[in-house]
């Protein structure tokens, strides 16, 4: 819990009814997603194999099925990967300075990784983040499993680089905090999320899932 000496962001006010986020929330939260993906995935292969096993002939009909319960948690993990696409105008003008901006506050690599990807990298005490212009990937210890995070700024006419400092300092003010105002998207597999991540956005998360190895291992 945070204490009065701990930096806390101020729009925590407006989701006053929210518990603060923690390590263990996330983990109940992930669990969650882990058993409503079963249950969406289970009675449809149930059925499928039913109906096999009482008419072979009606095999087209399970294997729609299949097809339904694999597409339910797809689309789910689809809009989750939807917070960090980029969104908004480009500000094609006013982005070289902005991209030096953000540049400052990213190591080297970081920094590298930041502008091949649109995605910015952070280490925190709940796992290592990918920060982007609207939302935030966050890998937990060992890399396994992404979860999606939905969050602006309230100035959305700002330059994408603009726009993710802003998220990113508020992730290093309060991280806690950060994840608690975030609207939760999606929680799940590490290659679910992959393969919804645009092309140039897959070596942040492969980077991050090193990172959360090394965490891991610490």
């Known amino acids: 819990m945070a204490t009065a000496a701990e930096p806390v962001l101020p729009e925590l006010a407006a989701v006053a009814w929210r518990k603060r986020a923690s390590r263990d929330s996330l983990r109940a939260w992930g669990r969650m997603w882990t058993v409503w993906t079963v249950m ?12 096999f096993v009482l008419e072979p002939l009606s095999f087209p009909v399970g294997i729609a099925c299949l097809v339904h319960g694999w597409i339910i948690p797809e689309l789910y993990a ?7 696409r980029p969104k908004g105008p480009r500000n094609a003008r006013a982005e070289p300075v902005a991209q030096g901006l953000l540049g400052d506050l990213l190591g080297h690599e970081a920094r590298e990784l930041q502008r091949r990807t649109g995605l910015a990298l952070e280490r925190g005490s709940l ?8 939302g935030a990937l966050l890998l937990p210890a060992g890399g396994r499993r992404v979860s999606c995070f939905c969050v602006g700024t309230r100035e959305r006419e700002l330059p994408p680089s603009d726009r993710i400092a802003h ?18 998207a999606f929680s799940g597999a590490t290659w679910r ?26």
């Open 40 to 51: 969406s995935v289970v009675p449809f292969s149930a059925a499928a194999v039913g109906l």
């Open 193 to 218: 999320v992959r393969r919804r991540l645009r092309a140039e956005q897959r070596p942040a998360l492969a980077a991050g899932r090193g990172a959360a190895r090394e965490l891991a291992r610490a």
């Open 167 to 184: 998220l990113l300092l508020a992730l290093r003010t309060d991280e806690e905090g950060f994840a608690t105002v975030a609207n939760k």
């Open 78 to 84: 689809y809009r989750g990967v939807g917070v960090v």
């Open 127 to 134: 796992g290592v983040w990918l920060v982007g212009e609207a």
